[in-house]
């Protein structure tokens, strides 16, 4: 990189991000300030789109980054049309994408889609109790907590969703 050889360099840390997030931030960090952020995301960042849906859940969050976000979210949607990943797998990284978009209503929709297909998975339905919650929708989302502690009784933050939820509910009668 520090060569001026950037497509090799893009090349050789895409292979590295495909493997490990171990050197990850600083990859990123470095070629933040070198490639434009829509070459970074097409030509750095590997096609997968669990890792472009993570990284626009924890790098690139806050309201300040909402068109890199965008962007990423946009190349994660296109490669999840055409990935071969399960059908529950899709279902829940497209919630995932709806989340991210605000889009609470098709969210909850697509990981109800997941969960029918994929009825263990207690981590997505913890995103969708906590979704049902923040949209209001206590008694689902208490259903939802229950199953997620049912399922994994040694968890604590399913054992406190489960408990908030019980309280907001019986505190409503």
């Known amino acids: 990189f520090t060569a001026r050889r950037t497509p090799q360099a893009l090349q050789a840390w895409r292979a590295s991000l495909s493997r490990s997030t171990t050197h990850e931030s600083l990859i990123l960090d470095l070629a933040e300030q070198r490639v ?8 750095l960042l590997p096609a997968d789109p669990r890792v472009l849906i ?4 924890e790098r ?4 300040d980054e909402a068109s890199r976000r965008n ?5 994660a949607e296109r490669n999840l049309k055409a990935s071969d990943l399960p059908a529950a797998e899709e279902h829940y990284l497209r919630g995932c994408l709806q989340v991210l978009r605000s889009e609470k209503p098709q969210a909850i929709a697509s990981f109800q889609q997941a969960l029918a297909l994929a009825d263990d998975r207690a981590d997505w339905r913890y995103e ?5 919650r923040a949209a209001g929708r206590t008694q689902e989302a208490l259903a939802q907590a229950r199953l997620c502690a049912q399922f994994d009784r040694a968890n604590p933050e399913y054992r406190t969703l489960f408990h908030e939820l019980y ?3 019986n505190s409503a009668d």
Do not use: H, N
Not at 36 to 43: A, C, G, K, T, Y
Not at 54 to 57: D, F, G, H, Q, V
Not at 71 to 75: C, N, Q, S
């Open 54 to 57: 993570r990284l626009a859940r």
């Open 128 to 132: 969708l109790a906590s979704l049902l």
């Open 71 to 75: 962007l990423l979210l946009a190349r």
């Open 60 to 63: 690139y969050a806050s309201a």
């Open 36 to 43: 434009r952020f829509p070459d970074l995301v097409e030509q």
């Open 167 to 169: 309280r907001e509910v």
